[in-house]
């Protein structure tokens, strides 16, 4: 997708740590581009509302990580993916993970004021 910006910017590389702060602005998109395609292409929707129909709730930190070792993925992507971009989790102060905000809210005695 981006093939002539990368190249440019790997003619250079001698094994440096490359980070978003020495990145032009036009770069930090590309990178935000590729780990967006790399999130689809490692974490399909389909597979994970798939994985997650088979699990009992709420679920534990481990769990995550068990899904994300499933994935071949970091526990924090797997997170980010389940709890931000899909809402397929939402987190309670328990430390552990519901199905919907409602549950989160009964489980913690609390209810909806609005």
Known sequence: MHRKPAQDQ??????????????????????????????YLLMPKKFIEEAIASLSFPLHRHNVGDLAKQFCVSTQAMTIRLVNELKLLHPARDGLYYRSETEVLEVGGQQRLF
């Open 10 to 39: 790997l003619s250079g590389f001698e094994g440096e740590f490359w980070d978003y702060r020495g990145m032009e602005r036009s770069t930090i998109g590309i990178e935000r581009q590729a780990n967006l395609f790399a999130t």
